[in-house]
């Protein structure tokens, strides 16, 4: 039976090893959990982000020597969630839904009668701040490099820079990014098909330079091949796999394929990202840019440049104007900033300058 990938380890020599009884222990009570979930019509995206994050939660327990959910109490989840903040650099918001997914599954193995407690229910919440809310974005120049970051000769660099432009210059999610087939580009009228959230459709305009990079990359997309890929298991995360596969289109039918010559998953497409940011100099390092920044920096460079708020709530896909207005929100920041650099300010005059 396949696994998640996280719940093999590597030997010395780079092999993989089983998982082994006290992991399989500990991850079967995941798959009856995700199960469960799939009974009451949950998204499959969810299920699978549920076994992400529960299969990394189940690799700590392993490395703790904890083979039963009975013995995790509270201390040891703090833990993890710390582990993970300063393993990944997380932002709070990510830290709130792996808490989320922890609740859901203690609160499910509380109902199974197979722990008393749920240990992550007195943990609280990570506070959401303005500073932590999303105004999160790239600079123009930042994005330039972002751009150049995939010029190169490696395998997938012009798949990658046509996924990176498509959301620097639609706006699209990373989830619809991933769903694109290739009849969704309308050469003739320059348009792009999206499918949103709740299956909602857009047309999105599309320029020249888009048009050019999606052109190049199909060029050289190589052919979907499912026999080189191991036949599928009947765990809960496959199954959640193919119902998105079978949602978004055919495997022949993907806009972009991954190595394992398949439709790229989101985190593959979050993979890209992370490794392209790593050759930009950001004016700010503490900044962490993931796909969605993108699409912020997509909304925030229009915005500053005088696109109207109600135009970029369409070409985003907002079903309400109020998820837009934190766009203006940052022009308004930008101002107030601008206004605290005035050069006749006393923190900004040269020392030993004379006045005229």
């Given at each position: 039976m396949n696994y998640p990938e996280r719940l093999y380890r590597l030997?010395?020599?780079?092999?993989?090893?089983e998982p082994d009884a006290e992991i399989l222990g500990?991850?079967?009570?995941?798959?009856?959990?995700?199960?469960?979930y799939a009974r009451q019509n949950h998204s499959p995206l969810t299920i699978i982000e549920y076994g992400y994050d529960l299969a990394g939660l189940v690799m700590y327990l392993r490395q703790k020597n904890i083979s039963d959910f009975q013995n995790v109490d509270a201390l040891i989840l703090r833990d993890f969630l710390d582990y993970l903040r300063l393993s990944q650099d997380l932002a709070p918001k990510t830290m709130n839904r792996h808490l989320s997914t922890f609740r859901?599954?203690?609160?499910?193995?509380?109902?199974?009668?197979v722990v008393t407690q749920n240990p992550a229910a007195g943990i609280r919440y990570a506070r959401l701040?303005?500073?932590?809310?999303?105004?999160?974005?790239?600079?123009?120049?930042?994005?330039?490099?972002?751009?150049?970051?995939?010029e190169d000769n490696?395998?997938?660099?012009?798949?990658?820079?046509?996924?990176?432009?498509?959301?620097?210059?639609?706006?699209?999610?990373?989830?619809?990014?991933?769903?694109l087939n290739r009849n969704d580009i309308r050469w003739t009228e320059q348009l792009l098909i999206v499918r949103g959230k709740g299956n909602k459709i857009r047309e999105l305009p599309m320029n020249e330079y888009v048009l050019k990079l999606l052109n190049d990359y199909l060029k050289v997309r190589p052919q979907p091949n499912y026999k080189r890929k191991r036949q599928p298991s009947e765990n809960p995360m496959e199954h959640a796999r193919k119902q998105?596969?079978?949602?978004?289109?055919?495997?022949?039918?993907?806009?972009?394929?991954?190595?394992?010559?398949?439709?790229?998953?989101t985190r593959g497409i979050r993979d890209v990202v992370d490794k392209a940011m790593e050759k930009v100099v950001l004016d700010d390092p503490t900044k962490r840019i993931t796909p969605h920044k993108l699409r912020h920096t997509f909304a925030t460079l229009l915005y500053l440049n005088g696109a109207d708020i109600n135009v970029l709530k369409d070409l985003l896909g907002h079903a309400d104007l109020s998820s837009t207005q934190i766009y203006a929100a940052v022009d308004q920041q930008r101002k107030q900033q601008a206004m605290h650099r005035h050069p006749l300010l006393p923190e900004h005059q040269q020392e030993g300058r004379k006045e005229p």
């Amino acid at each position: 039976m396949n696994y998640p990938e996280r719940l093999y380890r590597l030997d010395i020599e780079g092999n993989r090893i089983e998982p082994d009884a006290e992991i399989l222990g500990l991850w079967k009570w995941v798959e009856r959990f995700q199960n469960e979930y799939a009974r009451q019509n949950h998204s499959p995206l969810t299920i699978i982000e549920y076994g992400y994050d529960l299969a990394g939660l189940v690799m700590y327990l392993r490395q703790k020597n904890i083979s039963d959910f009975q013995n995790v109490d509270a201390l040891i989840l703090r833990d993890f969630l710390d582990y993970l903040r300063l393993s990944q650099d997380l932002a709070p918001k990510t830290m709130n839904r792996h808490l989320s997914t922890f609740r859901s599954f203690f609160r499910f193995l509380w109902e199974q009668r197979v722990v008393t407690q749920n240990p992550a229910a007195g943990i609280r919440y990570a506070r959401l701040t303005k500073t932590t809310g999303g105004h999160t974005y790239l600079m123009q120049s930042e994005a330039k490099q972002l751009l150049q970051s995939t010029e190169d000769n490696t395998r997938f660099a012009q798949r990658d820079l046509a996924m990176i432009a498509l959301m620097l210059f639609c706006g699209l999610r990373v989830s619809e990014v991933a769903g694109l087939n290739r009849n969704d580009i309308r050469w003739t009228e320059q348009l792009l098909i999206v499918r949103g959230k709740g299956n909602k459709i857009r047309e999105l305009p599309m320029n020249e330079y888009v048009l050019k990079l999606l052109n190049d990359y199909l060029k050289v997309r190589p052919q979907p091949n499912y026999k080189r890929k191991r036949q599928p298991s009947e765990n809960p995360m496959e199954h959640a796999r193919k119902q998105l596969d079978e949602k978004s289109g055919s495997q022949d039918d993907a806009l972009f394929i991954s190595s394992h010559l398949r439709r790229i998953s989101t985190r593959g497409i979050r993979d890209v990202v992370d490794k392209a940011m790593e050759k930009v100099v950001l004016d700010d390092p503490t900044k962490r840019i993931t796909p969605h920044k993108l699409r912020h920096t997509f909304a925030t460079l229009l915005y500053l440049n005088g696109a109207d708020i109600n135009v970029l709530k369409d070409l985003l896909g907002h079903a309400d104007l109020s998820s837009t207005q934190i766009y203006a929100a940052v022009d308004q920041q930008r101002k107030q900033q601008a206004m605290h650099r005035h050069p006749l300010l006393p923190e900004h005059q040269q020392e030993g300058r004379k006045e005229p």
